[in-house]
C-alpha cells in the first residue's frame, strides 16, 4: 500500500540511479564515515574504526540496495575517498582490488602509487616528494554489479 501511495502522491517510486557517490572521511569522533550523494535512493550512512573497512562496508551496503531494486544498467559506485581536508590538489584514480591497489594521479603529474590496503596507498602518496599529499584525494570508480554483496 505505501509503495502504491507512494507513486500516487510523489509519481515514480524512487529506486537507485546509475551513480551513487560515497563520501569517506575522518569521523570526528574516530574511525571513517560514509556519506551519500546521488540522484536516486542510497543506503545510511556507514562508520568503520579503518578506511579499507569503511569502504568495503559502503560497498556492500551499495550491493544490497541494489539488489532489492529492478536492475540499472551500467550503475557505478563512485568513493570519494578525502583522507584529510581537499583543497584543489592531486586526485588519485584507484583501480584494482584488494590486495593490489594502484592510484595514480589523474589531474597532471601521472604519479602513482600501489599497496594491498586503502591504508598503504594514502601512505604511500603521503610519501610522494614535491607532492602535497595532505591536499590530494582519491577516486575509486566500480561497477555495482561487480561489487560484493556481503563482507566476509
Do not use: C
Amino acid at each position: 500500500m505505501a509503495s502504491l501511495l507512494s507513486r500516487l502522491l510523489g509519481g515514480k517510486e524512487r529506486q537507485p540511479a546509475a551513480l551513487i557517490t560515497g563520501v569517506i572521511g575522518p569521523d570526528p569522533n574516530g574511525g571513517w564515515s560514509v556519506t551519500w550523494a546521488g540522484d536516486g535512493l542510497w543506503p545510511s550512512g556507514v562508520h568503520a574504526s579503518s578506511l579499507t573497512q569503511a569502504a568495503d562496508q559502503a560497498a556492500a551496503a551499495v550491493a544490497a540496495l541494489y539488489a532489492q531494486h529492478p536492475p540499472v544498467a551500467d550503475a557505478e559506485l563512485q568513493l570519494a575517498i578525502h583522507p584529510w581536508e581537499y583543497k584543489g590538489g592531486p586526485m588519485f584514480d584507484i583501480s584494482g582490488q584488494a590486495g593490489g591497489l594502484t592510484a595514480r594521479d589523474i589531474q597532471g603529474s601521472e604519479r602513482s602509487v600501489s599497496g594491498k590496503t586503502l591504508e598503504e596507498l594514502v601512505a604511500a602518496v603521503r610519501g610522494l616528494p614535491d607532492l602535497p599529499a595532505e591536499d590530494s584525494m582519491f577516486r575509486w570508480v566500480r561497477a555495482v554489479a561487480s561489487l560484493p554483496t556481503a563482507l566476509s
